[in-house]
């Protein structure tokens, strides 16, 4: 009788993989599987396993990022002449990144002292950098944050700051419309369709001057609907190095309080722009100084060079010193899920900068050192262009600021530059003067020519 039992009692073995059949089985084979005296293996081998294909067969692939895009094929291009003027980072005179020497020195301090540790900051970022980074953008002297108006939060860069602020606004604001400038960075549309919010665009560039179309900008705010979200680039405008004077700032700022629209403020490029800390803020102090609400983004990859530490902020300056303390309340609740806290190190390395006052004047000749240079690589393309007799003019490139210039070429011209000189940009036409040097200009200036000479 002991043996009989022994032949009717299914192996352990088995019964686990009957088990993983009835599971991984789509459900007409699971069915047939139940009906069957066959061994579990046996119908294993009839159909196949998961593990033999995947859910996501089905996916197309997607298209390179159109920005970064122009680096990864840059990286496949074997030629000694290559040149990369599609990426938005930094390069010396030699072409190689740049960490400032006052990095370097406000890292080691930090790796030199035996009491720091790597536990977690809170939701909202540390405290000291949040608080300098207020003060960097609006003035230690800021009545909105000597009433504590303000409400500033650590995120992942500037676009982490626009991402945490974007799905604030979706969740707590009245107007879930944001009007962005046409053109501006291909990343902004994005980072707020997702984050909830409906994308609109105002006219910002005029291609027939390669200026400011001021006119088309205040009619596209004036017809907005009351309330409205509205993205500034506070200065070095992406990608058309054009920017507002102060009068028309002004008159921006009037309209806009006048219709209540409320401002977001990107700000990727504070001293990077002109080298001055406090000129390339004036935009946003003047839309602060009126008493009004704004949302600030900031960042510190380029002024900085902390591109690959992803450190910036997110400031809301509010109407009152309650409504900041449960605005930061339900900051931590869109950030608690999204990334749950900031890291630690890139804020460690600009607050210690920011509150050492002879580092902080270190960083500042550094700085402006990096804007000059970004300065002279523009007179000097202009030059070039001017002494090859380039038809058109290109005085555009003197007059817009910052690290990139809209150069006004077209896709056919920015293709026929990449296939014949190797010279990589975005489509747009859109070229990072922190990429050329001395050496590289006369070859850019080359490609130009041929380029506007042979193509229209």
């Not at 599971?23 to 593990?51: C, G, I, K, N, V």
């Not at 004047?361 to 001017?386: H, P, Y």
Request: aromatic residues 8%; glycine residues 8%; positive net charge.
């Amino acid at each position: 009788m002991p043996s009989a039992n022994v032949r009717g009692a299914q192996p352990s073995a088995e019964r686990r993989l009957s088990t993983l059949v009835r599971h991984l089985l789509p459900s007409s084979a699971r069915t047939a599987a139940a009906a069957t005296t066959t061994s579990a293996a046996d119908f294993l081998e009839a159909f196949p396993t998961m593990a033999s294909s995947s859910v996501f067969a089905g996916l197309a692939q997607a298209p390179e990022d159109p920005i970064l895009g122009v680096t990864v094929a840059y990286n496949k291009d074997p030629s000694p002449v290559k040149l990369n003027l599609g990426v938005g980072a930094y390069r010396t005179e030699e072409g190689k990144p740049l960490v400032l020497n006052v990095v370097r020195r406000a890292e080691q301090m930090l790796i030199n002292n035996p009491s720091r540790v790597k536990e977690y900051l809170p939701i909202t970022g540390l405290a000291e950098f949040n608080k300098l980074s207020a003060k960097l953008i609006f003035g230690a002297d800021s009545p909105a944050i000597q009433e504590n108006r303000v409400a500033t939060v650590q995120c992942l860069s500037g676009t982490g700051s626009l991402r945490v602020g974007g799905e604030f606004l979706a969740r707590h604001y009245h107007e879930r419309t944001i009007y962005i400038p046409l053109p501006t960075w291909g990343n902004h549309p994005k980072v707020f369709t997702l984050a909830g919010l409906t994308v609109r665009s105002y006219r910002y560039y005029d291609p027939a001057t390669r200026g400011l179309d001021f006119q088309g900008l205040l009619e596209d705010l004036s017809s907005a609907p009351s309330g409205a979200i509205v993205l500034l680039h506070a200065c070095a405008h992406n990608p058309t190095g054009v920017d507002p004077t102060l009068d028309q700032w002004e008159q921006i700022r009037q309209l806009m309080r006048s219709k209540s629209l409320l401002p977001f403020f990107d700000s990727a490029y504070q001293g990077f722009a002109t080298g001055s800390l406090d000129k390339d803020a004036q935009s946003v102090r003047m839309f602060v100084a009126d008493g009004g609400e704004l949302l600030m983004a900031q960042s510190y990859a380029k002024n900085m060079g902390l591109y690959g530490e992803r450190v910036g902020a997110l400031s809301i300056v509010c109407g009152s010193a309650d409504v900041a303390v449960r605005v930061e309340s339900q900051l931590k609740l869109v950030i608690r899920p999204m990334y749950s806290n900031p890291p630690i190190h890139g804020a460690s390395i600009v607050a210690t900068i920011l509150k050492d006052s002879n580092m902080f004047n270190e960083w500042t000749v550094e700085l402006k050192g990096m804007a000059d240079r970004i300065i002279s690589m523009r007179q000097q393309l202009f030059d070039a262009l001017k002494t090859r007799g380039t038809p058109g003019d290109w005085s555009h490139i003197i007059k817009q600021i910052g690290m990139f210039t809209f150069t006004g070429l077209n896709s056919d011209q920015v293709a026929f530059m990449r296939q014949e000189y190797h010279i990589y940009m975005t489509s747009d036409g859109r070229i990072s003067m922190a990429g050329l040097s001395t050496r590289t200009i006369p070859h850019l200036a080359d490609a130009i020519h041929a380029a506007v000479t042979k193509l229209k």
